[in-house]
């Protein structure tokens, strides 16, 4: 089974819909990344929290929202999601001990 | 967004050749992570360098961090046609929450 996991995997919505991506991870990391990657643009950081009551703005949060309900569970949310926010988006993790963060699998964000 | 300069953006080669991946910045850093992405898929972690001038094998592929910490190499050799995929390093700096990216190299190795 995959360490971390992403729902949904592909998703088409409406201008002006709400949005929610769901993060669950088995490492028993406390820290916990959102991020959205758009073509020639890299990876940009949205949110992060370190542990469950630790949460803060990325780069680029405006627009989006996050929950993290438990270590291992954190979710982010479009408001009104818009045409622009079509992306692909990624949740990471990293353990307190290590630099390296590993990644879900995506989820591919289409707003019409 | 501060970026790391990954270059070639893409890479197109024959099966059986060599290839280099560089990544720099002006930045030091504490640690650097090399990984590959397949479509429509998340990142997979390759290697994690974090001593300047540190150099790490993994089968066909070698990873060096410069001996300053603000560049990072990948070399494959003999590329195989599974090695075909987007790689992105990725910088940390020890103390804050922020990786900086690469905006990645696109390599396709052909049969």
């Known amino acids: 089974d995959a360490d971390v996991t992403q729902t949904p995997r592909n998703r088409i919505t409406k201008t002006g819909k709400r949005i929610m991506l769901e993060c669950s991870q088995t490492k028993g990391h406390d820290r916990m990344y959102w991020y959205r990657q758009d073509p020639g643009l890299g990876l940009q950081l949205i949110y992060y929290s370190f542990d469950v ?58 707003v019409l | 967004t501060q970026l790391l300069e990954q270059s070639p953006q893409f890479l197109s080669i024959q099966e059986g050749e060599n290839l280099t991946v560089y990544c720099n910045s002006s930045s030091v850093f504490s640690s650097l992570q090399w990984y590959r992405q397949e479509p429509g898929e998340g990142p997979v972690l390759l290697v994690t360098v974090v001593t300047g001038g540190e150099v790490k094998k993994l089968k066909r592929l070698t990873f060096q961090f410069g001996d300053a910490r603000k560049d990072s190499s990948l070399h494959i050799t003999a590329a195989q046609p599974g090695d075909t995929g987007l790689y992105l390093c990725a910088g940390y700096r020890s103390g804050t929450y922020k990786y900086i990216f690469g905006t990645g190299t696109r390599l396709k190795v052909l049969a």
Request: net charge positive; with cysteine.
């Open chain 1, 53 to 110: 009551k630790d949460i803060n703005k990325g780069e680029i949060s405006d627009g989006y929202s996050v929950s993290r309900q438990a270590q291992a569970k954190f979710s982010l949310s479009l408001e009104s999601a818009i045409p622009n926010q079509t992306a692909l988006y990624f949740c990471a993790t990293r353990g307190l001990a290590s630099d390296t963060q590993y990644f879900g699998p995506g989820t591919r964000l289409t």
